[in-house]
């Protein structure tokens, strides 16, 4: 877990002033608690110490998914492609080589093509 002073961060206003009645702004809500548990990790606010001296920290538990996980920063960064288009344009170009339920020998001769062909292509 991670935790920040209260003071570092202003509290997020916007959705507390939200009309739960309204079924859009219900859904919007809705969306942003998705969003906060799956992506960002839900705050919880704890207290800290006793008496006089506690303190309340907030404390963002982890997300489902971790940010290094869903976070595309380090691909822009050195120049490599945001998704998998070009293996999956790669796979279907192969599966419509292919006819829909080939025999294990056929699918075999056809892996072995197309290594030959890659081979031929990354020697030019």
Not at 18 to 39: C, M, R, S, T, V
Not at 65 to 75: D, G, L, P, T, Y
């Amino acid at each position: 877990m991670i935790v920040f002073d209260q003071h570092l961060f202003k509290e997020n206003r916007s959705m507390a002033s939200l009309n739960l009645d309204d079924p859009i702004q219900a859904k919007i809500l809705e969306l942003y608690n998705y969003f906060e548990e799956n992506y960002i990790g839900k705050e919880i606010t704890t207290k800290i110490g006793r008496g006089r001296a506690v303190k309340l920290t907030t404390i963002r538990q982890n997300p489902l998914f971790q940010v290094n996980f869903w976070n595309i920063h380090s691909r822009l960064v050195n120049d490599l492609p945001r998704t998998t288009n070009s293996v999956e344009s790669w796979h279907n170009s192969f599966g419509n080589m292919l006819k829909s339920h080939p025999l294990v020998y056929e699918l075999v001769d056809s892996l072995r093509k197309e290594d030959k062909r890659v081979s031929d292509l990354l020697v030019k």
